[in-house]
């Protein structure tokens, strides 16, 4: 709904069967946001030898480099949720959209309310999808991700399915942003 007609119009709580698999009720977005903790918390659970994707063995990317087929540990999606004392923020941050970062001065780093990273060396892999994941709200970025991708869309495109949205690339980076993963390329 957005930070302009969320005061006025809230949301409900309960989903109605009506709305299928995407509604606008609190248990909707609850889903949402479960289903984004349990694909952060999978490569937690795999082995070593399963943090790998097969078929991106040996492809390259536009430029004709090669593409790490690595699945890396992801941390973003894993903050220590407080929605007591940093409840606005939030909620815009993972529904409503228009937050603002908790990152301090730049997307590139760790802040406070992320849980804290085992690997030294992380980083966020594509800081510049933060913007979109806090004007759209992860939950409706994961949303539009999705049915981008199920849609057979180029998710590296410049170009919007929809006017007024945001690209199909700024969707990609935003889900690279939240799930630690390499920027979105097209690969041959």
Known sequence: MGPDTEPAEGYTYVASPASMFVGESIMDYAADVAAMLCLGATPHLLSTAELSVPSLAGKNDAGNHPVDPSVKKVYQVFRNWNLDRRRV???????????????????????????QPRDAA???????????????????????WLTMASSSQD?????????????????????????????????H
């Open 89 to 115: 923020n939030e909620w815009r941050m993972l529904v409503a959209g228009g937050a603002l970062s908790e990152k301090g001065e730049g997307a590139d780093g760790y802040d406070s309310a992320m849980t």
């Open 122 to 144: 992380w980083a966020p892999q594509v800081p510049q999808g933060e913007l979109t994941a806090l004007q759209r709200g992860w939950s409706r970025v994961f949303r539009d």
């Open 155 to 187: 998710a590296t495109s410049p170009a919007s399915s929809e006017a007024g949205a945001p690209s199909n690339l700024d969707l990609s980076r935003a889900i690279a942003f939240l799930f630690d993963t390499a920027s979105p390329v097209a690969v």
